[in-house]
């Protein structure tokens, strides 16, 4: 059983950044695609950066392409998403997951994953 918890969120100004970290229990990451999850107020979750548990690809949501950067430290059992460049339309609540077998951009196109965090809030607003 993998067990993910998420933190590192909190009320930011447009245009400015945040680290979000996953930190995994249970079970290693190492063998486990991981993700990144938003979901909107009233809307449904989309997928913002998933990557491959050998780290050699990822996929980027359009709209956060350039802005936001996944990476893991296996050593340390996390995940991260660095947020750049913050937008209103940013805010929602991010939770991460991590899945076996599945393809980052599927992963990500469709929310599919074996395990689910509880998310941690992200507010952008002046």
């Known amino acids: 059983q993998l067990q993910l918890v998420e933190s590192g969120g909190g009320l930011v100004q447009p245009g400015g950044s945040l680290r979000l970290s996953c930190v995994a229990s249970?079970?290693?990451?190492?063998?486990?695609?991981v993700g990144w999850f938003h979901q909107a107020p009233g809307k449904e979750r989309l997928g913002v950066s998933c990557?491959?548990?050998?780290?050699?690809?990822?996929y980027y949501e359009e709209s956060v392409k350039g802005r936001f950067t996944i990476f893991r430290d296996n050593a340390k059992n996390t995940v991260y998403l660095e947020m750049t460049n913050l937008k209103p339309e940013d805010t929602g609540n991010y939770s991460c997951?991590?899945?076996?077998?599945?393809?980052?951009?599927?992963?990500?196109?469709?929310?599919?994953?074996?395990?689910w965090g509880q998310g941690t809030q992200v507010t952008v607003s002046s």
């Open positions: 997951a991590a899945d076996s077998g599945t393809a980052v951009d599927t992963m990500c196109n469709n929310s599919w994953a074996d395990w």
């Open positions: 249970g079970l290693s990451l190492n063998y486990y695609a």
């Open positions: 990557a491959s548990s050998s780290a050699d690809e990822a």
